[in-house]
């Protein structure tokens, strides 16, 4: 499984982006798809999630501003971030779940005015 991710940037806080992850490769595999963030000097911290039969769930500091959801048929997985703060900073990753686990390169999201 392959994974790139896109849509990072620069936004001031208040703002939204929306990130994108599409997975080639054996997708037909996957079981579930992450989204994680890793900021300066901390751990990669899991963000939300998206299962195969849709279920989603988010960490408490996200929930009910960010959305993760998925294309099918662009096999395509998205991250909807509306609100952003400063502590959203951070570098985004996307992971699959197959009886492995795969990672993207990772997109750059800076919240600052």
């Known amino acids: 499984v392959q994974l790139v991710e896109s849509g990072g940037g620069l936004v001031q806080p208040g703002g939204s982006l929306r990130l994108s992850c599409a997975a080639s490769g054996s997708i037909f595999s996957i079981n579930a798809m992450n989204w994680y963030r890793q900021a300066p000097g901390k751990e990669r911290e899991w963000v939300a999630t998206i299962t195969n039969g849709g279920s989603t769930n988010y960490v408490d500091s996200v929930r009910g501003r960010f959305t993760i959801s998925r294309d099918n048929a662009n096999n395509t997985v998205y991250l909807q971030m509306y609100n952003l703060q400063v502590e959203d900073t951070a570098v985004y990753y996307c992971?699959?779940?197959?009886?492995?686990?795969?990672w993207g390169q990772g997109t750059q999201v800076t919240v600052s005015s």
């Open positions: 992971n699959a779940l197959t009886t492995y686990s795969y």
